[in-house]
Protein backbone atom coordinates (compact mmCIF):
# COMPACT_ATOMS: atom_id res chain seq x y z
CA UNK A 1 0.00 0.00 0.00
CA UNK A 2 1.44 3.41 -1.12
CA UNK A 3 2.19 5.90 1.72
CA UNK A 4 2.71 8.80 0.84
CA UNK A 5 0.86 11.67 0.74
CA UNK A 6 -0.18 12.68 -2.60
CA UNK A 7 -2.74 14.35 -4.89
CA UNK A 8 -1.88 11.79 -7.51
CA UNK A 9 -2.60 8.79 -6.01
CA UNK A 10 -6.31 7.07 -7.10
CA UNK A 11 -8.34 4.35 -4.90
CA UNK A 12 -11.92 2.83 -5.76
CA UNK A 13 -13.86 1.08 -3.05
CA UNK A 14 -16.59 -1.85 -3.62
CA UNK A 15 -19.19 -1.38 -1.10
CA UNK A 16 -18.24 1.94 -0.13
CA UNK A 17 -21.97 2.65 1.98
CA UNK A 18 -20.68 0.04 4.61
CA UNK A 19 -19.93 1.55 8.13
CA UNK A 20 -16.35 0.71 8.59
CA UNK A 21 -15.18 0.57 4.92
CA UNK A 22 -16.60 4.14 4.98
CA UNK A 23 -14.60 5.29 8.09
CA UNK A 24 -11.56 4.03 5.68
CA UNK A 25 -12.71 6.14 2.50
CA UNK A 26 -12.25 9.18 4.71
CA UNK A 27 -8.80 8.60 5.70
CA UNK A 28 -7.41 8.29 2.46
CA UNK A 29 -9.55 11.04 1.54
CA UNK A 30 -7.44 13.25 4.81
CA UNK A 31 -3.98 11.83 3.03
CA UNK A 32 -4.69 13.85 -0.34
CA UNK A 33 -6.09 10.66 -2.47
CA UNK A 34 -8.17 10.96 -4.92
CA UNK A 35 -11.16 8.73 -3.50
CA UNK A 36 -14.24 6.79 -5.44
CA UNK A 37 -16.41 3.75 -4.61
CA UNK A 38 -19.39 2.20 -5.59
CA UNK A 39 -22.54 0.52 -3.37
CA UNK A 40 -25.93 -1.49 -4.30
CA UNK A 41 -28.02 1.46 -3.07
CA UNK A 42 -28.02 5.21 -1.79
CA UNK A 43 -27.80 5.95 1.36
CA UNK A 44 -27.26 8.38 3.91
CA UNK A 45 -23.30 7.76 4.10
CA UNK A 46 -23.05 7.85 0.13
CA UNK A 47 -24.69 10.94 0.24
CA UNK A 48 -22.49 12.62 2.87
CA UNK A 49 -19.21 10.92 0.80
CA UNK A 50 -20.47 12.72 -2.15
CA UNK A 51 -20.38 16.04 -0.17
CA UNK A 52 -16.84 15.49 1.04
CA UNK A 53 -15.78 14.97 -2.28
CA UNK A 54 -16.21 11.44 -3.15
CA UNK A 55 -17.22 10.45 -6.29
CA UNK A 56 -19.77 7.71 -5.70
CA UNK A 57 -21.69 4.92 -8.25
CA UNK A 58 -24.71 3.21 -7.14
CA UNK A 59 -24.90 -0.18 -8.60
CA UNK A 60 -21.78 -2.49 -9.67
CA UNK A 61 -20.19 -2.71 -13.09
CA UNK A 62 -16.86 -3.13 -14.36
CA UNK A 63 -16.83 0.59 -15.67
CA UNK A 64 -16.89 2.48 -11.85
CA UNK A 65 -12.92 1.45 -11.57
CA UNK A 66 -11.05 4.51 -12.87
CA UNK A 67 -8.83 4.13 -15.45
CA UNK A 68 -6.04 5.50 -13.01
CA UNK A 69 -7.09 3.43 -10.27
CA UNK A 70 -4.17 2.73 -8.06
CA UNK A 71 -5.79 0.87 -5.61
CA UNK A 72 -9.01 -1.09 -4.49
CA UNK A 73 -10.48 -1.72 -1.84
CA UNK A 74 -13.18 -4.41 -1.44
CA UNK A 75 -16.00 -5.22 1.39
CA UNK A 76 -15.73 -8.69 3.21
CA UNK A 77 -19.37 -8.98 2.20
CA UNK A 78 -17.95 -8.60 -1.61
CA UNK A 79 -17.43 -12.85 -2.40
CA UNK A 80 -17.69 -14.49 -5.83
CA UNK A 81 -21.05 -14.33 -6.59
CA UNK A 82 -22.13 -10.84 -5.00
CA UNK A 83 -22.95 -7.82 -7.08
CA UNK A 84 -19.59 -6.16 -6.27
CA UNK A 85 -17.47 -8.60 -7.50
CA UNK A 86 -17.27 -7.74 -10.95
CA UNK A 87 -15.55 -4.70 -10.41
CA UNK A 88 -12.88 -7.29 -8.34
CA UNK A 89 -12.68 -9.04 -11.26
CA UNK A 90 -11.82 -6.25 -13.39
CA UNK A 91 -9.52 -4.42 -10.73
CA UNK A 92 -7.52 -8.11 -11.29
CA UNK A 93 -7.95 -8.00 -15.03
CA UNK A 94 -5.97 -4.46 -15.11
CA UNK A 95 -3.15 -6.13 -12.72
CA UNK A 96 -4.10 -4.05 -8.85
CA UNK A 97 -4.13 -6.72 -6.07
CA UNK A 98 -7.75 -6.01 -4.76
CA UNK A 99 -7.80 -5.77 -0.62
CA UNK A 100 -10.13 -6.40 1.85
CA UNK A 101 -11.17 -3.67 4.15
CA UNK A 102 -9.57 -5.33 6.98
CA UNK A 103 -6.43 -5.95 5.23
CA UNK A 104 -5.99 -2.28 5.08
CA UNK A 105 -6.81 -1.20 7.76
CA UNK A 106 -4.33 -3.46 9.00
CA UNK A 107 -1.55 -1.65 6.88
CA UNK A 108 -2.42 1.01 9.52
CA UNK A 109 -1.86 -1.12 12.53
CA UNK A 110 1.68 -1.49 11.11
CA UNK A 111 2.53 2.08 11.06
CA UNK A 112 0.09 3.36 13.46
CA UNK A 113 0.32 2.86 17.69
CA UNK A 114 -2.83 1.14 18.12
CA UNK A 115 -5.79 0.42 20.13
CA UNK A 116 -7.83 -2.15 18.58
CA UNK A 117 -11.26 -2.85 20.51
CA UNK A 118 -12.95 -6.19 20.00
CA UNK A 119 -16.02 -7.97 21.18
CA UNK A 120 -19.46 -9.44 20.37
CA UNK A 121 -20.77 -6.75 22.02
CA UNK A 122 -19.81 -3.47 23.45
CA UNK A 123 -17.33 -2.50 20.59
CA UNK A 124 -18.94 0.88 18.99
CA UNK A 125 -19.77 1.89 22.18
CA UNK A 126 -15.97 1.03 23.81
CA UNK A 127 -14.54 2.65 20.87
CA UNK A 128 -16.18 5.45 20.97
CA UNK A 129 -15.39 6.16 24.52
CA UNK A 130 -11.47 5.63 24.38
CA UNK A 131 -11.62 7.88 21.18
CA UNK A 132 -13.64 10.89 21.82
CA UNK A 133 -11.56 10.87 25.42
CA UNK A 134 -8.18 10.98 24.27
CA UNK A 135 -9.50 13.61 21.55
CA UNK A 136 -9.56 15.74 23.98
CA UNK A 137 -6.00 14.88 25.62
CA UNK A 138 -2.30 15.60 23.89
CA UNK A 139 -2.23 11.86 22.59
CA UNK A 140 -5.29 12.61 20.10
CA UNK A 141 -5.40 9.56 17.77
CA UNK A 142 -7.03 8.93 14.52
CA UNK A 143 -10.43 7.39 15.31
CA UNK A 144 -12.27 4.51 12.94
CA UNK A 145 -15.64 3.53 14.57
CA UNK A 146 -18.57 1.16 13.35
CA UNK A 147 -21.11 4.25 14.34
CA UNK A 148 -21.55 7.78 13.84
CA UNK A 149 -20.83 10.33 16.28
CA UNK A 150 -22.25 13.71 17.08
CA UNK A 151 -19.12 14.81 18.58
CA UNK A 152 -17.23 13.90 15.42
CA UNK A 153 -19.58 15.78 13.21
CA UNK A 154 -22.04 13.11 12.94
CA UNK A 155 -18.88 10.92 11.05
CA UNK A 156 -17.07 7.47 12.10
CA UNK A 157 -13.82 8.95 11.79
CA UNK A 158 -11.40 11.22 13.43
CA UNK A 159 -7.94 12.42 11.89
CA UNK A 160 -5.90 12.47 14.48
CA UNK A 161 -2.84 14.56 15.45
CA UNK A 162 -0.17 11.85 16.37
CA UNK A 163 0.51 8.53 15.48
CA UNK A 164 -1.99 6.84 17.74
CA UNK A 165 -4.94 4.89 16.08
CA UNK A 166 -8.60 3.93 17.88
CA UNK A 167 -10.26 1.29 16.06
CA UNK A 168 -13.09 -0.96 16.45
CA UNK A 169 -11.58 -4.84 15.56
CA UNK A 170 -14.75 -7.00 13.86
CA UNK A 171 -14.42 -10.30 14.52
CA UNK A 172 -16.75 -10.89 11.27
CA UNK A 173 -15.21 -13.53 8.61
CA UNK A 174 -12.18 -12.96 11.26
CA UNK A 175 -11.70 -9.67 9.92
CA UNK A 176 -9.82 -8.56 13.06
CA UNK A 177 -7.03 -11.22 12.01
CA UNK A 178 -5.45 -8.75 9.82
CA UNK A 179 -4.56 -6.07 12.63
CA UNK A 180 -1.78 -5.77 14.64
CA UNK A 181 -2.44 -3.88 17.87
CA UNK A 182 -0.40 -2.22 20.68
CA UNK A 183 -3.75 -2.86 23.26
CA UNK A 184 -6.01 -5.08 22.25
CA UNK A 185 -9.37 -4.94 24.31
CA UNK A 186 -11.91 -7.92 24.29
CA UNK A 187 -15.39 -7.31 25.51
CA UNK A 188 -17.18 -10.53 25.72
CA UNK A 189 -17.55 -13.45 23.60
CA UNK A 190 -20.64 -14.66 22.53
CA UNK A 191 -22.64 -17.34 20.07
CA UNK A 192 -22.56 -14.49 17.21
CA UNK A 193 -21.96 -14.53 13.21
CA UNK A 194 -22.82 -18.31 13.42
CA UNK A 195 -23.35 -17.71 9.43
CA UNK A 196 -19.25 -18.09 9.65
CA UNK A 197 -17.87 -19.57 12.27
CA UNK A 198 -19.20 -23.02 13.45
CA UNK A 199 -19.89 -22.64 17.36
CA UNK A 200 -18.70 -20.94 20.29
CA UNK A 201 -15.50 -22.66 20.58
CA UNK A 202 -14.45 -21.89 16.84
CA UNK A 203 -14.85 -18.16 18.04
CA UNK A 204 -13.12 -18.50 21.05
CA UNK A 205 -10.25 -20.37 18.82
CA UNK A 206 -10.82 -16.54 16.97
CA UNK A 207 -10.42 -14.22 19.22
CA UNK A 208 -7.41 -16.21 21.05
CA UNK A 209 -5.37 -15.50 16.89
CA UNK A 210 -6.36 -12.42 17.24
CA UNK A 211 -4.90 -11.52 21.00
CA UNK A 212 -1.74 -13.07 19.99
CA UNK A 213 -1.39 -10.97 17.24
CA UNK A 214 -0.60 -8.04 19.74
CA UNK A 215 2.80 -6.39 19.36
CA UNK A 216 5.57 -7.32 21.47
CA UNK A 217 5.42 -5.61 25.16
CA UNK A 218 1.67 -4.85 24.38
CA UNK A 219 -1.08 -4.91 26.66
CA UNK A 220 -4.51 -7.09 26.81
CA UNK A 221 -7.68 -5.54 28.20
CA UNK A 222 -9.52 -8.10 29.15
CA UNK A 223 -13.81 -8.56 30.92
CA UNK A 224 -13.43 -10.90 33.73
CA UNK A 225 -16.89 -10.85 34.16
CA UNK A 226 -17.42 -12.34 30.94
CA UNK A 227 -17.46 -16.28 31.60
CA UNK A 228 -16.63 -17.08 28.02
CA UNK A 229 -13.81 -15.01 27.66
CA UNK A 230 -12.45 -15.75 31.03
CA UNK A 231 -12.44 -19.37 30.95
CA UNK A 232 -9.53 -19.30 27.82
CA UNK A 233 -7.53 -17.59 30.76
CA UNK A 234 -4.66 -19.88 31.20
CA UNK A 235 -4.17 -20.02 27.13
CA UNK A 236 -3.74 -16.08 26.97
CA UNK A 237 -1.19 -16.39 29.94
CA UNK A 238 0.46 -18.67 27.47
CA UNK A 239 -0.13 -16.09 24.29
CA UNK A 240 0.57 -13.26 27.29
CA UNK A 241 4.15 -15.08 28.03
CA UNK A 242 5.20 -15.63 24.09
CA UNK A 243 4.88 -11.74 23.32
CA UNK A 244 5.71 -10.20 26.30
CA UNK A 245 2.37 -8.73 27.21
CA UNK A 246 0.70 -7.43 29.91
CA UNK A 247 -2.71 -8.43 31.29
CA UNK A 248 -5.27 -6.38 32.72
CA UNK A 249 -8.91 -8.02 33.58
CA UNK A 250 -11.39 -5.19 34.41
CA UNK A 251 -14.68 -6.11 36.36
CA UNK A 252 -17.97 -4.90 37.72
CA UNK A 253 -17.06 -6.39 41.14
CA UNK A 254 -14.46 -3.93 41.86
CA UNK A 255 -17.02 -1.94 43.10
CA UNK A 256 -14.81 1.05 44.15
CA UNK A 257 -13.80 1.99 41.06
CA UNK A 258 -17.68 0.84 38.76
CA UNK A 259 -19.13 2.81 41.91
CA UNK A 260 -17.18 6.17 40.42
CA UNK A 261 -17.84 5.86 36.86
CA UNK A 262 -21.59 4.88 37.43
CA UNK A 263 -21.80 8.14 39.25
CA UNK A 264 -20.39 9.72 36.32
CA UNK A 265 -21.65 7.92 33.00
CA UNK A 266 -24.59 9.30 31.63
CA UNK A 267 -24.86 5.93 29.88
CA UNK A 268 -27.63 3.60 31.70
CA UNK A 269 -27.32 -0.24 31.73
CA UNK A 270 -24.52 -2.51 33.38
CA UNK A 271 -23.32 -3.44 29.69
CA UNK A 272 -22.22 0.42 29.18
CA UNK A 273 -21.08 0.93 32.48
CA UNK A 274 -18.88 -2.10 31.66
CA UNK A 275 -17.93 -0.97 28.42
CA UNK A 276 -16.86 2.54 30.46
CA UNK A 277 -14.74 0.49 32.79
CA UNK A 278 -13.02 -0.99 29.89
CA UNK A 279 -12.29 2.60 28.42
CA UNK A 280 -10.86 3.41 31.86
CA UNK A 281 -8.68 0.32 32.10
CA UNK A 282 -6.98 1.61 28.74
CA UNK A 283 -6.46 4.92 29.64
CA UNK A 284 -5.89 5.06 33.67
CA UNK A 285 -3.68 1.45 34.19
CA UNK A 286 -1.99 1.51 30.45
CA UNK A 287 -2.00 5.15 28.68
CA UNK A 288 -1.72 6.65 32.67
CA UNK A 289 -4.54 9.52 32.06
CA UNK A 290 -5.47 10.89 35.01
CA UNK A 291 -8.44 9.68 36.89
CA UNK A 292 -10.35 13.31 37.34
CA UNK A 293 -9.82 13.81 33.26
CA UNK A 294 -10.85 9.89 32.37
CA UNK A 295 -14.19 10.29 34.55
CA UNK A 296 -14.83 14.14 33.03
CA UNK A 297 -14.79 12.51 29.14
CA UNK A 298 -16.63 9.31 30.38
CA UNK A 299 -19.62 11.62 31.84
CA UNK A 300 -18.99 13.87 28.62
CA UNK A 301 -20.74 10.79 26.32
CA UNK A 302 -24.08 10.56 25.43
CA UNK A 303 -24.92 7.76 22.90
CA UNK A 304 -24.08 6.85 19.25
CA UNK A 305 -26.04 6.85 16.16
CA UNK A 306 -28.91 3.96 16.37
CA UNK A 307 -27.67 3.01 20.04
CA UNK A 308 -30.38 4.07 22.85
CA UNK A 309 -30.72 7.50 20.06
CA UNK A 310 -33.63 9.40 20.94
CA UNK A 311 -35.52 10.47 17.65
CA UNK A 312 -38.27 12.56 18.49
CA UNK A 313 -42.06 12.11 20.58
CA UNK A 314 -45.02 10.05 18.92
CA UNK A 315 -47.92 12.66 19.46
CA UNK A 316 -51.09 11.84 20.69
CA UNK A 317 -54.24 13.26 21.84
CA UNK A 318 -53.52 12.51 25.40
CA UNK A 319 -50.11 12.06 26.11
CA UNK A 320 -46.91 11.63 24.43
CA UNK A 321 -44.25 9.22 23.56
CA UNK A 322 -40.49 8.69 23.09
CA UNK A 323 -39.45 7.07 20.33
CA UNK A 324 -35.81 5.42 19.83
CA UNK A 325 -33.42 3.55 17.66
CA UNK A 326 -31.17 1.06 18.44
CA UNK A 327 -29.19 -1.18 17.01
CA UNK A 328 -29.41 -4.27 18.38
CA UNK A 329 -30.08 -7.38 16.63
CA UNK A 330 -28.62 -10.09 18.86
CA UNK A 331 -30.65 -11.63 21.62
CA UNK A 332 -27.63 -10.82 24.54
CA UNK A 333 -27.71 -7.04 22.94
CA UNK A 334 -31.64 -6.76 23.12
CA UNK A 335 -31.82 -8.64 27.00
CA UNK A 336 -29.08 -5.89 27.63
CA UNK A 337 -30.64 -2.78 26.22
CA UNK A 338 -34.44 -3.14 27.51
CA UNK A 339 -32.34 -3.55 30.75
CA UNK A 340 -31.05 -0.33 30.23
CA UNK A 341 -34.37 1.40 28.81
CA UNK A 342 -36.08 -0.08 32.13
CA UNK A 343 -33.12 1.19 34.39
CA UNK A 344 -33.71 4.52 32.60
CA UNK A 345 -37.81 4.77 32.80
CA UNK A 346 -38.33 2.27 35.63
CA UNK A 347 -42.43 3.39 35.28
CA UNK A 348 -43.20 4.11 31.48
CA UNK A 349 -44.97 1.59 29.19
CA UNK A 350 -42.20 -0.37 27.06
CA UNK A 351 -43.05 -1.30 23.64
CA UNK A 352 -40.15 -2.51 21.16
CA UNK A 353 -40.83 -3.05 17.33
CA UNK A 354 -38.23 -5.34 16.08
CA UNK A 355 -36.91 -6.54 12.96
CA UNK A 356 -34.99 -10.03 13.00
CA UNK A 357 -31.52 -9.38 10.83
CA UNK A 358 -30.46 -12.52 9.21
CA UNK A 359 -32.48 -15.81 9.04
CA UNK A 360 -29.70 -17.47 9.85
CA UNK A 361 -29.11 -16.03 13.33
CA UNK A 362 -33.10 -16.26 14.13
CA UNK A 363 -32.59 -19.86 13.76
CA UNK A 364 -29.00 -20.50 15.33
CA UNK A 365 -30.49 -18.59 18.30
CA UNK A 366 -33.94 -19.30 17.86
CA UNK A 367 -34.27 -20.00 21.91
CA UNK A 368 -32.40 -17.38 23.20
CA UNK A 369 -34.51 -14.82 20.85
CA UNK A 370 -37.69 -16.19 22.99
CA UNK A 371 -36.43 -15.08 26.26
CA UNK A 372 -34.25 -11.59 25.40
CA UNK A 373 -37.52 -9.39 25.45
CA UNK A 374 -38.47 -9.68 29.17
CA UNK A 375 -38.50 -5.99 29.72
CA UNK A 376 -40.40 -5.02 26.94
CA UNK A 377 -44.15 -4.82 27.67
CA UNK A 378 -45.59 -4.88 24.08
CA UNK A 379 -43.68 -6.28 21.17
CA UNK A 380 -44.61 -5.95 17.28
CA UNK A 381 -42.35 -8.05 14.82
CA UNK A 382 -41.90 -7.27 11.59
CA UNK A 383 -40.95 -9.50 8.61
CA UNK A 384 -37.35 -10.87 9.35
CA UNK A 385 -34.54 -8.49 7.58
CA UNK A 386 -32.58 -11.15 4.91
CA UNK A 387 -29.30 -9.83 4.12
CA UNK A 388 -27.78 -9.85 0.54
CA UNK A 389 -25.48 -12.82 -0.38
CA UNK A 390 -25.67 -14.41 3.63
CA UNK A 391 -28.90 -15.65 3.50
CA UNK A 392 -31.19 -17.83 2.28
CA UNK A 393 -35.48 -17.97 2.58
CA UNK A 394 -36.27 -19.81 6.13
CA UNK A 395 -39.44 -21.54 6.34
CA UNK A 396 -39.67 -23.03 10.10
CA UNK A 397 -37.58 -20.18 12.08
CA UNK A 398 -39.59 -16.57 11.38
CA UNK A 399 -40.35 -14.00 13.33
CA UNK A 400 -44.07 -14.68 13.24
CA UNK A 401 -43.51 -17.86 14.52
CA UNK A 402 -41.06 -15.74 17.46
CA UNK A 403 -44.42 -13.69 18.24
CA UNK A 404 -46.71 -16.91 19.05
CA UNK A 405 -43.95 -18.57 20.73
CA UNK A 406 -43.14 -15.54 22.96
CA UNK A 407 -47.15 -15.44 23.50
CA UNK A 408 -47.44 -18.63 24.28
CA UNK A 409 -44.36 -17.93 27.36
CA UNK A 410 -45.76 -14.77 28.29
CA UNK A 411 -49.63 -15.04 27.92
CA UNK A 412 -49.87 -11.56 29.53
CA UNK A 413 -47.73 -9.31 27.13
CA UNK A 414 -48.79 -7.85 24.28
CA UNK A 415 -47.20 -9.83 21.21
CA UNK A 416 -48.17 -8.72 17.38
CA UNK A 417 -46.62 -10.04 13.95
CA UNK A 418 -47.02 -7.23 11.54
CA UNK A 419 -46.42 -8.05 8.12
CA UNK A 420 -46.74 -4.65 6.64
CA UNK A 421 -44.40 -2.45 8.46
CA UNK A 422 -46.01 0.73 6.59
CA UNK A 423 -48.59 -0.05 9.27
CA UNK A 424 -46.63 0.52 12.33
CA UNK A 425 -48.42 4.04 13.12
CA UNK A 426 -51.65 2.72 13.37
CA UNK A 427 -50.44 -0.32 15.35
CA UNK A 428 -48.69 1.03 17.91
CA UNK A 429 -50.80 3.68 18.31
CA UNK A 430 -53.65 0.85 18.99
CA UNK A 431 -50.92 -0.39 21.84
CA UNK A 432 -50.80 2.74 23.83
CA UNK A 433 -54.47 3.84 23.54
CA UNK A 434 -54.79 0.32 25.49
CA UNK A 435 -52.07 0.83 27.88
CA UNK A 436 -52.75 2.86 31.52
CA UNK A 437 -48.99 4.14 31.85
CA UNK A 438 -48.75 7.61 31.83
CA UNK A 439 -45.85 7.59 30.12
CA UNK A 440 -44.78 5.59 27.02
CA UNK A 441 -41.31 4.58 25.55
CA UNK A 442 -41.39 2.85 21.56
CA UNK A 443 -38.08 1.46 20.74
CA UNK A 444 -37.43 0.53 16.86
CA UNK A 445 -34.66 -2.14 17.07
CA UNK A 446 -32.60 -4.03 14.60
CA UNK A 447 -29.79 -4.20 12.15
CA UNK A 448 -31.56 -4.31 9.60
CA UNK A 449 -34.09 -1.81 7.42
CA UNK A 450 -36.61 -1.06 10.61
CA UNK A 451 -34.34 2.23 11.26
CA UNK A 452 -36.11 3.51 7.49
CA UNK A 453 -39.95 3.38 9.35
CA UNK A 454 -39.11 5.35 12.36
CA UNK A 455 -40.31 8.53 10.30
CA UNK A 456 -43.80 7.30 10.51
CA UNK A 457 -44.11 7.08 14.07
CA UNK A 458 -42.86 11.03 14.33
CA UNK A 459 -44.74 12.43 10.58
Known amino acids: MPKSKSNNLSIHFVGIGGIGISALARWFL ?42 VVYSNAVTPGSAGYVEFEEAEKRGIRPMSYPQTLGCLTEVYKTIAIAGSHGKSTTTALIGL ?10 VVVGTKLKELNGKNFHLGKTKWLVLEADEWRGAFLHYHPDIAVVTNID ?15 TFLKFLARTKPGGS ?22 KGSLKIFWYTLKDKKAAEKIRKNLQLPGIHNLSNAMAAATVMERIL ?32 KTKVFDDYAHHPSEIRATLQAFREKFPKSNIVCVYQAHQAKRLKALYKEFTSAFSDADS ?18 FTSEKLAHDILKKEPGKKVIYLSNPKQIKKTVSEILET ?13 GTVVEYTPLLLS
Open 30 to 71: AQGWIVGGSDLAKSALTEELQKEGVRVRIGHKKSNLPKDANM
Open 133 to 142: ALKNSSIDPT
Open 191 to 205: KEHLDFYKDLNDLKK
Open 220 to 241: LVLNGDDKNLFSLSPLIQKIAK
Open 288 to 319: KLKEYFVLKELGKYQGAWRRMEYRGDMKMASK
Open 379 to 396: LVFLPTYEVAGRDNKEKQ
Open 435 to 447: KEAENSVVIMMGA
